[in-house]
Protein backbone atom coordinates (compact mmCIF):
# COMPACT_ATOMS: atom_id res chain seq x y z
CA UNK A 1 0.00 0.00 0.00
CA UNK A 2 3.24 2.36 0.34
CA UNK A 3 5.06 3.37 -2.51
CA UNK A 4 6.29 6.50 -4.19
CA UNK A 5 8.35 9.36 -2.32
CA UNK A 6 6.64 11.39 0.20
CA UNK A 7 4.90 14.68 -0.70
CA UNK A 8 5.44 17.74 1.80
CA UNK A 9 3.46 21.10 1.72
CA UNK A 10 6.14 23.65 2.28
CA UNK A 11 4.57 26.65 3.05
CA UNK A 12 6.30 30.14 3.89
CA UNK A 13 5.43 33.88 2.64
CA UNK A 14 9.26 33.76 2.11
CA UNK A 15 10.42 33.19 -1.61
CA UNK A 16 13.72 32.41 -0.51
CA UNK A 17 13.04 30.38 2.45
CA UNK A 18 10.58 28.41 0.54
CA UNK A 19 12.89 28.21 -1.98
CA UNK A 20 15.90 27.04 0.53
CA UNK A 21 13.50 24.26 2.28
CA UNK A 22 12.46 22.90 -1.20
CA UNK A 23 15.56 22.20 -2.52
CA UNK A 24 16.67 20.41 0.86
CA UNK A 25 13.94 17.89 1.03
CA UNK A 26 13.68 17.64 -2.97
CA UNK A 27 17.48 16.25 -2.75
CA UNK A 28 16.34 14.07 0.14
CA UNK A 29 13.77 12.87 -2.60
CA UNK A 30 10.96 13.96 -0.88
CA UNK A 31 8.18 15.50 -3.69
CA UNK A 32 7.10 18.81 -2.93
CA UNK A 33 4.18 21.31 -2.86
CA UNK A 34 4.39 25.32 -1.97
CA UNK A 35 1.91 27.67 -1.04
CA UNK A 36 2.51 30.97 0.22
CA UNK A 37 -0.17 31.51 2.63
CA UNK A 38 -2.17 29.91 5.48
CA UNK A 39 -5.28 30.44 3.34
CA UNK A 40 -3.81 28.75 0.32
CA UNK A 41 -2.26 25.83 2.75
CA UNK A 42 -5.70 24.91 3.76
CA UNK A 43 -7.07 25.01 0.88
CA UNK A 44 -4.13 22.61 -0.74
CA UNK A 45 -4.45 20.45 2.01
CA UNK A 46 -8.09 19.66 1.93
CA UNK A 47 -7.62 18.96 -2.37
CA UNK A 48 -3.93 17.54 -2.84
CA UNK A 49 -2.51 14.55 -2.00
CA UNK A 50 0.01 15.40 0.95
CA UNK A 51 1.84 13.63 3.76
CA UNK A 52 3.18 15.93 5.69
CA UNK A 53 3.27 19.90 6.02
CA UNK A 54 6.33 22.15 6.67
CA UNK A 55 4.79 25.44 7.77
CA UNK A 56 6.19 28.59 8.93
CA UNK A 57 4.89 30.33 12.29
CA UNK A 58 4.59 33.76 10.84
CA UNK A 59 2.16 33.85 7.54
CA UNK A 60 0.06 37.08 6.22
CA UNK A 61 -3.30 36.03 6.58
CA UNK A 62 -2.93 33.68 9.12
CA UNK A 63 -0.84 32.34 12.32
CA UNK A 64 0.81 29.68 11.40
CA UNK A 65 -0.51 27.73 15.02
CA UNK A 66 -4.06 28.66 13.72
CA UNK A 67 -3.18 26.94 10.36
CA UNK A 68 -1.68 23.62 11.88
CA UNK A 69 -4.52 23.64 14.70
CA UNK A 70 -7.45 23.56 11.85
CA UNK A 71 -5.06 20.76 9.56
CA UNK A 72 -5.31 18.94 12.45
CA UNK A 73 -9.07 19.58 13.42
CA UNK A 74 -9.72 18.19 9.56
CA UNK A 75 -6.93 15.71 9.58
CA UNK A 76 -5.68 14.47 12.34
CA UNK A 77 -3.57 12.19 10.82
CA UNK A 78 -1.48 14.51 8.55
CA UNK A 79 2.15 15.25 10.32
CA UNK A 80 2.60 18.99 11.20
CA UNK A 81 6.62 20.56 11.34
CA UNK A 82 6.87 24.24 12.71
CA UNK A 83 9.35 26.32 11.42
CA UNK A 84 10.19 30.01 12.59
CA UNK A 85 12.71 33.03 12.39
CA UNK A 86 11.08 34.88 15.01
CA UNK A 87 9.19 32.72 17.38
CA UNK A 88 12.04 31.12 19.21
CA UNK A 89 11.32 31.29 22.50
CA UNK A 90 9.73 28.43 24.94
CA UNK A 91 6.59 30.13 25.11
CA UNK A 92 6.18 29.80 21.60
CA UNK A 93 7.80 26.64 21.08
CA UNK A 94 5.31 25.19 23.62
CA UNK A 95 2.50 26.60 22.09
CA UNK A 96 3.21 24.78 18.66
CA UNK A 97 3.47 21.86 20.26
CA UNK A 98 0.61 22.48 22.50
CA UNK A 99 -1.74 22.74 19.54
CA UNK A 100 -0.67 20.05 17.13
CA UNK A 101 2.36 20.21 15.76
CA UNK A 102 4.68 17.28 15.80
CA UNK A 103 7.81 19.06 15.67
CA UNK A 104 9.01 22.73 15.99
CA UNK A 105 12.63 23.85 14.23
CA UNK A 106 13.79 27.00 15.09
CA UNK A 107 16.45 28.96 12.46
CA UNK A 108 18.83 28.53 11.71
CA UNK A 109 17.85 25.37 10.23
CA UNK A 110 20.41 23.03 9.19
CA UNK A 111 19.23 21.00 5.87
CA UNK A 112 20.15 17.36 7.82
CA UNK A 113 17.59 18.46 10.32
CA UNK A 114 14.60 19.23 8.47
CA UNK A 115 15.31 16.26 6.50
CA UNK A 116 15.48 14.05 9.67
CA UNK A 117 13.11 14.89 11.48
CA UNK A 118 10.75 14.99 8.27
CA UNK A 119 11.32 10.90 8.42
CA UNK A 120 11.17 10.97 11.95
CA UNK A 121 7.98 12.29 11.80
CA UNK A 122 6.83 10.26 8.79
CA UNK A 123 8.16 6.95 10.24
CA UNK A 124 5.56 7.78 13.42
CA UNK A 125 2.60 8.21 11.48
CA UNK A 126 3.18 5.68 8.90
CA UNK A 127 3.54 3.57 11.65
CA UNK A 128 0.43 4.88 13.11
CA UNK A 129 -1.64 4.76 9.97
CA UNK A 130 -0.30 0.54 9.78
CA UNK A 131 -1.22 -0.23 13.50
CA UNK A 132 -4.90 1.81 12.97
CA UNK A 133 -5.21 -0.53 9.71
CA UNK A 134 -4.35 -3.56 11.42
CA UNK A 135 -6.81 -2.82 14.40
CA UNK A 136 -9.40 -1.57 11.96
CA UNK A 137 -9.18 -4.72 9.61
CA UNK A 138 -8.30 -7.55 12.69
CA UNK A 139 -11.98 -5.82 13.62
CA UNK A 140 -13.49 -6.60 10.40
CA UNK A 141 -11.98 -10.08 10.90
CA UNK A 142 -13.78 -10.75 13.97
CA UNK A 143 -16.86 -9.77 12.34
CA UNK A 144 -17.08 -11.63 9.23
CA UNK A 145 -15.70 -14.69 11.53
CA UNK A 146 -18.94 -14.50 13.11
CA UNK A 147 -21.16 -13.86 10.33
CA UNK A 148 -19.80 -16.88 8.18
CA UNK A 149 -20.03 -19.01 11.05
CA UNK A 150 -23.73 -18.32 12.27
CA UNK A 151 -24.95 -18.17 8.25
CA UNK A 152 -27.75 -21.12 8.41
CA UNK A 153 -26.48 -22.29 4.66
CA UNK A 154 -23.69 -22.43 2.33
CA UNK A 155 -24.66 -19.40 0.23
CA UNK A 156 -25.62 -17.52 2.68
CA UNK A 157 -22.14 -18.00 4.07
CA UNK A 158 -20.27 -17.07 1.14
CA UNK A 159 -22.11 -13.83 0.85
CA UNK A 160 -21.01 -12.97 4.49
CA UNK A 161 -17.55 -14.08 3.46
CA UNK A 162 -17.55 -11.75 0.24
CA UNK A 163 -18.84 -8.76 1.93
CA UNK A 164 -16.50 -9.11 4.93
CA UNK A 165 -13.87 -8.94 2.95
CA UNK A 166 -15.28 -6.11 0.62
CA UNK A 167 -15.41 -4.17 4.18
CA UNK A 168 -12.11 -4.99 5.60
CA UNK A 169 -10.14 -4.72 2.17
CA UNK A 170 -12.25 -1.64 1.03
CA UNK A 171 -12.52 -2.78 -2.61
CA UNK A 172 -13.88 -6.07 -4.65
CA UNK A 173 -13.91 -9.33 -3.04
CA UNK A 174 -14.56 -12.86 -4.39
CA UNK A 175 -14.82 -15.90 -1.98
CA UNK A 176 -14.50 -18.91 -3.82
CA UNK A 177 -15.46 -22.59 -2.57
CA UNK A 178 -16.79 -25.77 -2.91
CA UNK A 179 -19.91 -27.11 -1.54
CA UNK A 180 -20.48 -31.03 0.38
CA UNK A 181 -21.83 -31.79 -2.54
CA UNK A 182 -19.09 -30.64 -5.21
CA UNK A 183 -20.37 -27.72 -6.42
CA UNK A 184 -18.07 -24.86 -6.92
CA UNK A 185 -19.74 -21.26 -6.31
CA UNK A 186 -18.36 -18.17 -5.31
CA UNK A 187 -19.74 -15.08 -3.37
CA UNK A 188 -18.66 -12.22 -5.19
CA UNK A 189 -19.30 -8.56 -3.76
CA UNK A 190 -18.22 -5.23 -5.63
CA UNK A 191 -17.40 -3.05 -2.65
CA UNK A 192 -18.23 -2.75 1.01
CA UNK A 193 -21.79 -2.24 1.77
CA UNK A 194 -22.64 -3.50 -1.66
CA UNK A 195 -25.20 -6.73 -1.18
CA UNK A 196 -23.12 -10.19 -2.34
CA UNK A 197 -24.69 -12.40 -4.79
CA UNK A 198 -23.62 -15.78 -5.91
CA UNK A 199 -22.45 -17.43 -8.62
CA UNK A 200 -21.32 -20.75 -9.96
CA UNK A 201 -17.28 -20.79 -10.94
CA UNK A 202 -14.49 -23.46 -11.39
CA UNK A 203 -11.26 -22.91 -10.28
CA UNK A 204 -8.46 -25.28 -11.15
CA UNK A 205 -6.82 -26.49 -7.53
CA UNK A 206 -4.27 -28.38 -8.90
CA UNK A 207 -0.90 -27.81 -6.77
CA UNK A 208 -2.73 -25.73 -3.94
CA UNK A 209 -0.82 -27.18 -0.95
CA UNK A 210 -2.29 -27.86 2.26
CA UNK A 211 -2.11 -24.82 4.65
CA UNK A 212 -1.97 -21.08 3.68
CA UNK A 213 -0.87 -20.17 0.34
CA UNK A 214 -0.69 -16.27 -0.69
CA UNK A 215 -0.23 -15.09 -4.79
CA UNK A 216 -0.19 -12.32 -7.20
CA UNK A 217 -2.35 -13.19 -9.94
CA UNK A 218 -3.98 -11.80 -12.97
CA UNK A 219 -7.15 -10.74 -12.81
CA UNK A 220 -8.71 -12.19 -15.79
CA UNK A 221 -8.00 -15.61 -13.80
CA UNK A 222 -10.62 -14.28 -11.63
CA UNK A 223 -13.56 -12.11 -13.80
CA UNK A 224 -16.15 -12.30 -11.43
CA UNK A 225 -15.62 -8.64 -10.85
CA UNK A 226 -14.36 -5.64 -12.43
CA UNK A 227 -10.84 -4.84 -10.59
CA UNK A 228 -8.96 -1.52 -10.64
CA UNK A 229 -7.59 -0.33 -13.60
CA UNK A 230 -3.99 -1.36 -13.77
CA UNK A 231 -4.07 -3.52 -10.75
CA UNK A 232 -3.58 -6.60 -9.73
CA UNK A 233 -5.52 -9.18 -7.80
CA UNK A 234 -3.89 -11.41 -4.60
CA UNK A 235 -5.35 -14.98 -3.97
CA UNK A 236 -5.52 -16.14 -0.51
CA UNK A 237 -5.87 -19.67 -0.57
CA UNK A 238 -6.43 -22.03 2.66
CA UNK A 239 -6.80 -26.06 2.45
CA UNK A 240 -7.54 -27.04 5.98
CA UNK A 241 -7.33 -31.06 4.55
CA UNK A 242 -5.63 -33.11 1.87
CA UNK A 243 -8.89 -34.69 0.72
CA UNK A 244 -10.64 -31.21 0.85
CA UNK A 245 -10.94 -28.58 -2.07
CA UNK A 246 -8.95 -24.84 -1.26
CA UNK A 247 -11.16 -21.57 -0.34
CA UNK A 248 -9.99 -18.95 -2.07
CA UNK A 249 -10.49 -15.02 -1.75
CA UNK A 250 -9.37 -12.60 -3.71
CA UNK A 251 -9.31 -8.67 -3.44
CA UNK A 252 -7.10 -6.11 -5.21
CA UNK A 253 -3.51 -6.45 -4.85
CA UNK A 254 -3.53 -2.50 -4.06
CA UNK A 255 -5.32 -3.47 -0.85
CA UNK A 256 -2.72 -5.14 0.74
CA UNK A 257 0.35 -4.56 3.12
CA UNK A 258 3.30 -6.63 3.66
CA UNK A 259 2.88 -9.95 4.62
CA UNK A 260 -0.75 -9.90 3.63
CA UNK A 261 -1.69 -11.03 7.13
CA UNK A 262 -5.15 -10.09 7.33
CA UNK A 263 -5.94 -11.80 3.94
CA UNK A 264 -4.21 -14.80 5.15
CA UNK A 265 -6.17 -14.95 8.13
CA UNK A 266 -9.99 -14.03 6.68
CA UNK A 267 -8.80 -17.42 4.10
CA UNK A 268 -8.00 -19.13 7.40
CA UNK A 269 -11.31 -18.25 8.66
CA UNK A 270 -13.42 -18.61 5.96
CA UNK A 271 -11.93 -22.43 5.09
CA UNK A 272 -12.34 -23.35 8.53
CA UNK A 273 -17.02 -22.18 9.06
CA UNK A 274 -17.05 -23.39 5.30
CA UNK A 275 -15.33 -27.08 6.48
CA UNK A 276 -18.19 -27.08 9.52
CA UNK A 277 -20.96 -25.89 7.39
CA UNK A 278 -19.64 -29.23 4.63
CA UNK A 279 -19.97 -31.36 7.82
CA UNK A 280 -23.38 -29.98 8.73
CA UNK A 281 -24.37 -30.47 5.59
CA UNK A 282 -23.23 -33.38 5.51
CA UNK A 283 -24.51 -34.78 8.68
CA UNK A 284 -27.98 -33.25 7.68
CA UNK A 285 -28.15 -35.22 4.62
CA UNK A 286 -27.99 -38.51 6.94
CA UNK A 287 -30.01 -36.99 9.38
CA UNK A 288 -32.73 -36.43 6.36
CA UNK A 289 -32.21 -39.89 5.26
CA UNK A 290 -32.60 -41.72 8.77
CA UNK A 291 -35.79 -39.78 9.61
CA UNK A 292 -37.53 -40.58 5.48
CA UNK A 293 -36.46 -44.02 6.69
CA UNK A 294 -38.66 -44.32 9.68
CA UNK A 295 -41.95 -42.74 8.10
CA UNK A 296 -44.05 -44.65 6.17
CA UNK A 297 -42.90 -45.63 2.18
CA UNK A 298 -45.25 -45.55 0.55
CA UNK A 299 -49.22 -44.01 0.44
CA UNK A 300 -51.89 -46.50 0.23
CA UNK A 301 -54.55 -46.40 -2.44
CA UNK A 302 -57.81 -46.68 -1.33
CA UNK A 303 -60.92 -46.14 -3.71
CA UNK A 304 -63.10 -43.42 -3.31
CA UNK A 305 -60.27 -41.56 -1.55
CA UNK A 306 -57.26 -39.21 -2.76
CA UNK A 307 -54.61 -38.86 -0.56
CA UNK A 308 -51.56 -36.61 -0.13
CA UNK A 309 -48.18 -36.13 2.27
CA UNK A 310 -45.55 -33.79 2.50
CA UNK A 311 -42.93 -33.93 4.67
CA UNK A 312 -40.16 -30.83 5.18
CA UNK A 313 -37.13 -31.49 7.61
CA UNK A 314 -35.76 -28.30 9.07
CA UNK A 315 -33.46 -26.71 6.77
CA UNK A 316 -31.45 -25.39 9.94
CA UNK A 317 -31.49 -28.45 12.00
CA UNK A 318 -28.58 -31.16 11.73
CA UNK A 319 -30.86 -33.58 14.13
CA UNK A 320 -33.36 -35.61 13.54
CA UNK A 321 -37.19 -34.23 14.49
CA UNK A 322 -40.29 -35.93 16.12
CA UNK A 323 -42.69 -35.58 13.66
CA UNK A 324 -44.30 -38.35 12.44
CA UNK A 325 -47.62 -39.67 10.33
CA UNK A 326 -48.82 -42.62 9.41
CA UNK A 327 -51.19 -43.99 6.70
CA UNK A 328 -52.32 -47.20 6.54
CA UNK A 329 -55.79 -49.48 5.67
CA UNK A 330 -56.48 -52.45 9.05
CA UNK A 331 -59.46 -53.87 8.79
CA UNK A 332 -61.80 -51.95 6.06
CA UNK A 333 -60.62 -48.83 7.63
CA UNK A 334 -58.25 -46.44 7.53
CA UNK A 335 -55.83 -45.64 10.35
CA UNK A 336 -54.45 -41.70 9.60
CA UNK A 337 -52.16 -40.00 12.37
CA UNK A 338 -49.98 -37.57 12.93
CA UNK A 339 -47.95 -36.52 15.54
CA UNK A 340 -45.05 -34.83 17.40
CA UNK A 341 -42.52 -35.84 19.52
CA UNK A 342 -40.74 -32.87 21.80
CA UNK A 343 -37.34 -32.33 20.93
CA UNK A 344 -34.98 -32.29 17.45
CA UNK A 345 -32.43 -35.03 18.22
CA UNK A 346 -31.76 -38.36 17.35
CA UNK A 347 -33.46 -39.66 20.49
CA UNK A 348 -36.69 -37.71 19.57
CA UNK A 349 -36.46 -39.44 16.55
CA UNK A 350 -36.19 -42.87 18.04
CA UNK A 351 -39.41 -41.92 20.35
CA UNK A 352 -41.08 -40.80 17.34
CA UNK A 353 -40.40 -44.49 15.77
CA UNK A 354 -41.59 -46.37 18.95
CA UNK A 355 -44.78 -44.02 19.31
CA UNK A 356 -45.60 -45.04 15.55
CA UNK A 357 -45.10 -48.68 15.81
CA UNK A 358 -46.69 -48.78 18.88
CA UNK A 359 -49.80 -46.89 17.08
CA UNK A 360 -49.80 -49.47 14.64
CA UNK A 361 -49.68 -52.50 16.59
CA UNK A 362 -52.74 -51.42 18.96
CA UNK A 363 -54.55 -50.58 15.98
CA UNK A 364 -54.02 -54.07 14.64
CA UNK A 365 -55.54 -55.77 17.95
CA UNK A 366 -58.94 -53.46 17.04
CA UNK A 367 -58.60 -50.61 19.55
CA UNK A 368 -60.31 -47.25 18.52
CA UNK A 369 -58.91 -44.08 18.58
CA UNK A 370 -59.06 -43.46 21.91
CA UNK A 371 -58.11 -46.36 23.29
CA UNK A 372 -55.14 -46.51 21.28
CA UNK A 373 -53.82 -43.42 22.45
CA UNK A 374 -54.60 -44.59 26.14
CA UNK A 375 -52.71 -47.92 26.08
CA UNK A 376 -50.06 -45.47 24.04
CA UNK A 377 -50.34 -42.70 26.94
CA UNK A 378 -49.40 -45.98 29.75
CA UNK A 379 -46.65 -47.02 27.44
CA UNK A 380 -44.95 -43.61 27.63
CA UNK A 381 -45.22 -43.17 31.50
CA UNK A 382 -44.03 -46.56 31.60
CA UNK A 383 -40.99 -47.00 29.52
CA UNK A 384 -40.54 -43.31 28.48
CA UNK A 385 -41.03 -41.18 31.39
CA UNK A 386 -39.77 -38.00 30.57
CA UNK A 387 -41.15 -37.89 27.64
CA UNK A 388 -44.08 -35.57 25.69
CA UNK A 389 -45.86 -35.71 22.79
CA UNK A 390 -48.95 -34.97 20.43
CA UNK A 391 -50.94 -36.90 18.12
CA UNK A 392 -54.38 -36.52 16.00
CA UNK A 393 -55.23 -40.05 15.50
CA UNK A 394 -58.35 -41.09 13.31
CA UNK A 395 -59.91 -44.12 11.80
CA UNK A 396 -62.39 -43.72 8.67
CA UNK A 397 -64.98 -45.97 7.33
CA UNK A 398 -64.06 -45.31 3.29
CA UNK A 399 -67.75 -46.28 1.89
CA UNK A 400 -69.36 -44.02 4.35
CA UNK A 401 -66.73 -41.69 5.48
CA UNK A 402 -67.71 -42.52 9.31
CA UNK A 403 -64.76 -41.11 11.38
CA UNK A 404 -63.45 -41.62 14.81
CA UNK A 405 -61.09 -39.30 16.31
CA UNK A 406 -59.05 -39.00 19.24
CA UNK A 407 -56.06 -36.34 19.75
CA UNK A 408 -53.75 -35.69 22.55
CA UNK A 409 -52.64 -31.78 22.62
CA UNK A 410 -52.67 -32.02 18.87
CA UNK A 411 -53.63 -28.94 16.32
CA UNK A 412 -57.09 -29.26 15.47
CA UNK A 413 -57.49 -31.25 12.18
CA UNK A 414 -58.70 -29.10 9.50
CA UNK A 415 -62.00 -29.56 6.95
CA UNK A 416 -62.96 -28.33 3.61
CA UNK A 417 -66.39 -28.54 2.57
CA UNK A 418 -67.12 -26.93 -0.79
CA UNK A 419 -65.15 -23.82 0.10
CA UNK A 420 -66.10 -23.49 3.91
CA UNK A 421 -63.43 -24.12 6.50
CA UNK A 422 -63.90 -25.43 10.02
CA UNK A 423 -61.58 -26.84 12.82
CA UNK A 424 -62.56 -30.14 14.18
CA UNK A 425 -61.86 -29.49 18.22
CA UNK A 426 -60.92 -32.30 20.55
CA UNK A 427 -59.40 -30.91 23.46
CA UNK A 428 -57.37 -33.28 25.15
CA UNK A 429 -54.11 -33.48 27.61
CA UNK A 430 -50.54 -34.72 25.94
CA UNK A 431 -49.08 -38.38 25.35
CA UNK A 432 -46.71 -38.37 28.31
CA UNK A 433 -49.40 -36.90 31.48
CA UNK A 434 -51.80 -38.76 33.42
CA UNK A 435 -54.83 -37.21 32.97
CA UNK A 436 -58.65 -38.24 32.56
CA UNK A 437 -58.94 -38.07 28.26
CA UNK A 438 -62.36 -37.31 26.67
CA UNK A 439 -64.24 -39.64 24.77
CA UNK A 440 -63.72 -39.90 20.77
CA UNK A 441 -65.50 -37.76 18.65
CA UNK A 442 -67.56 -39.43 15.99
CA UNK A 443 -69.03 -37.23 12.74
CA UNK A 444 -69.19 -38.03 8.95
CA UNK A 445 -66.42 -36.56 6.27
CA UNK A 446 -68.72 -35.58 3.42
CA UNK A 447 -67.96 -36.58 0.01
CA UNK A 448 -66.59 -34.21 -1.52
CA UNK A 449 -64.96 -32.84 1.46
CA UNK A 450 -60.91 -32.57 2.34
CA UNK A 451 -59.28 -33.02 5.68
CA UNK A 452 -56.21 -32.04 6.40
CA UNK A 453 -53.47 -32.66 9.70
CA UNK A 454 -50.16 -30.68 10.03
CA UNK A 455 -47.81 -30.16 12.78
CA UNK A 456 -47.02 -27.08 14.23
CA UNK A 457 -44.26 -26.55 11.77
CA UNK A 458 -46.83 -25.35 9.49
CA UNK A 459 -47.99 -22.61 11.03
CA UNK A 460 -45.87 -21.73 14.03
CA UNK A 461 -43.77 -18.23 13.98
CA UNK A 462 -42.22 -16.47 16.49
CA UNK A 463 -43.58 -13.28 15.62
CA UNK A 464 -46.86 -14.17 15.44
CA UNK A 465 -50.04 -16.20 17.48
CA UNK A 466 -51.13 -18.89 16.99
CA UNK A 467 -54.73 -17.82 16.45
CA UNK A 468 -53.05 -16.07 13.27
CA UNK A 469 -51.73 -19.13 12.18
CA UNK A 470 -54.64 -21.00 12.28
CA UNK A 471 -56.42 -18.34 10.50
CA UNK A 472 -53.63 -18.37 7.87
CA UNK A 473 -54.25 -21.67 6.97
CA UNK A 474 -58.22 -21.36 7.01
CA UNK A 475 -57.35 -18.72 4.33
CA UNK A 476 -54.92 -20.86 2.36
CA UNK A 477 -57.16 -24.16 2.66
CA UNK A 478 -60.70 -22.38 1.47
CA UNK A 479 -59.53 -23.78 -2.09
CA UNK A 480 -58.30 -27.37 -2.14
CA UNK A 481 -56.33 -27.85 -5.63
CA UNK A 482 -57.59 -30.18 -7.79
CA UNK A 483 -54.19 -31.98 -7.56
CA UNK A 484 -54.37 -33.18 -3.84
CA UNK A 485 -50.01 -33.20 -3.64
CA UNK A 486 -49.97 -29.69 -5.58
CA UNK A 487 -52.33 -28.49 -2.88
CA UNK A 488 -49.85 -29.74 0.03
CA UNK A 489 -47.54 -28.28 -1.62
CA UNK A 490 -48.82 -24.88 -2.28
CA UNK A 491 -49.96 -24.99 1.99
CA UNK A 492 -45.64 -25.55 2.48
CA UNK A 493 -45.17 -22.30 -0.31
CA UNK A 494 -47.61 -20.03 1.47
CA UNK A 495 -47.32 -20.82 5.01
CA UNK A 496 -43.95 -22.43 5.75
CA UNK A 497 -40.67 -19.44 5.60
CA UNK A 498 -38.00 -20.02 3.42
CA UNK A 499 -35.69 -21.31 5.70
CA UNK A 500 -37.67 -23.80 7.78
CA UNK A 501 -36.77 -23.84 11.65
CA UNK A 502 -38.94 -26.70 12.81
CA UNK A 503 -40.30 -29.83 10.81
CA UNK A 504 -43.63 -29.61 9.16
CA UNK A 505 -45.92 -32.20 8.25
CA UNK A 506 -48.78 -31.72 5.82
CA UNK A 507 -51.56 -34.84 5.41
CA UNK A 508 -54.62 -34.70 3.27
CA UNK A 509 -57.44 -36.62 2.33
CA UNK A 510 -60.51 -35.75 0.13
CA UNK A 511 -63.22 -38.36 -0.23
CA UNK A 512 -64.34 -38.39 -3.97
CA UNK A 513 -67.87 -37.13 -4.70
CA UNK A 514 -69.78 -40.51 -6.02
CA UNK A 515 -68.20 -41.43 -9.97
CA UNK A 516 -65.36 -38.46 -9.34
CA UNK A 517 -62.18 -38.59 -10.69
CA UNK A 518 -58.87 -38.99 -8.45
CA UNK A 519 -56.08 -36.49 -8.26
CA UNK A 520 -53.58 -38.31 -10.21
CA UNK A 521 -56.23 -38.19 -13.51
Same mark, same amino acid.
Given at each position: ???????????????????????????????????????????????????????????????????????????????????????? +????????????? +??????????????? &???????????????????????????????????????????????????????????????????????????????????????? +????????????????????????????????????????????????????????????????????????????????????????????????????????????????? &???????????????????????????? /??????????????????????????????????????????????? /????????????????????????????????????????VRAKRPDDLEFVLPAGATLVLYTDGLIERRDTTIDEGLAALAGCAEVVDADLDAFCQRLLVE???????????????????????????
Amino acid at each position: MEGGPATVLVVDDSRTKRYLLVSWLSRAGFATLEAETGGEALARVGVDQIDLVVLDVRLPDLMGFDVCERIKKAHPAMPVIHVSAHAV +DVADRAQGLTRGA +DAYLAEPIEPEELVA &TAHAVLRYYRARQRAELLAERLTGLAETTVAVHAAPNFPRLLKAAAAGAARIFKGPAVVVAETFDGDCIAGVCVGPGDEPRIVPWVVD +DTGVPTGSTVWVDDPGNWGLADWPDGDRVTVGAAKLREDRAPLYVVVPTSTQTAGTPVLVQVAQAVAAAVEAQRSFDEEHRIAVTLQRSLLPRRIPEIAGLDLAVRYEPASVQ &TEVGGDFYELVMLDGHLLMAIGDVAGHS /LHAATVMAELRHAVRAYAVEGHQPGAILHRVNELMLTLLPNELATIC /LLMLEPNSGQVRLASAGHLPALINLNGTVEYVQHSAPLLGVRAKRPDDLEFVLPAGATLVLYTDGLIERRDTTIDEGLAALAGCAEVVDADLDAFCQRLLVELAPTEISDDVAVVALRRRPPGGPSSSD
